[in-house]
């Protein structure tokens, strides 16, 4: 089956640019999503990005796919306090119904 | 936009009750609608998957016995977690999907058995 893996922390300077890393081995996944939890809440769809393209540009986010190396990367520029969260990554195909497989998280830690 | 609303967002339940966890999707139609489960400081755990008007699919591992799923309506699906123990305590996350190509999660049912 799909695993998906991420590394467990990441520490920036509030300012900074904050780059989360992701790996999947399923090759036909067809959407790779990024989610945002706060502690104590549920999960919010920050984007998502079909495996037809390499990048998507949504405000401050930006996500890029490298379909050959099965690398998905999430960029948050000029990371605020208010974005220190837990990042999912996760991994979906098509086909009947959608099966996602989720990433362990990163914790992002924004320093004032 | 899309808006998945789960009741109760927590409950406390003595061991041997049961506990009904409700799913809508508020404003589409959700052909289907998943559950996870996610322990504390780990991500989501898929625990099944339901279609309305038909029988749930479990992940390996998940007891249908235990984990009773309902999905009635293209908006309303329930998690019945059935004689709870403590280690049956976690955050229930349900999700709804209007088609193929992305899911909306609800905030979550935080379930703590005593």
């Known amino acids: 089956g799909e695993d998906v893996e991420q590394s467990l922390f990441l520490s920036v300077r509030e300012g900074d640019s904050s780059v989360i890393n992701c790996t999947y081995t399923d090759s036909s996944s067809t959407y790779l999503y990024w989610y945002k939890q706060e502690p104590g809440a549920g999960l919010q769809l920050l984007t998502y990005i079909f495996s037809n393209m390499d990048m998507k540009q949504d405000q401050r986010l930006t996500v890029l796919l490298n379909k050959k190396d099965k690398h998905l990367s999430l960029r948050i520029a000029d990371t605020q306090t208010g974005d220190s969260a837990i990042y999912f990554c996760a991994a979906g195909s098509s086909g009947g119904y959608q099966k996602v497989t989720f990433g362990t998280g990163t914790k992002l830690q924004v320093i004032p | 936009g899309a808006v998945v609303s789960q009741h109760p967002s927590w409950v406390i339940c003595k061991s041997g009750t049961s506990v009904k966890i409700e799913c809508r999707s508020l404003d589409f139609q959700a052909t289907t609608m998943f559950w996870y489960r996610q322990f504390p400081k780990q991500s989501l755990m898929l625990m099944a998957t339901s279609n309305e008007g038909s029988k749930a699919t479990y992940e390996q591992g998940v007891e249908k016995d235990k984990f009773l799923i309902n999905h009635a309506s293209l908006t309303l699906s329930t998690l019945t977690v059935t004689s709870a123990h403590p280690e049956d305590s976690s955050f229930y996350i349900c999700?709804?999907?209007?088609?193929?190509?992305?899911?909306?999660f609800g905030p979550g049912t935080r379930l703590t058995v005593l």
């Open positions: 999700s709804a999907s209007p088609g193929a190509d992305t899911q909306y």
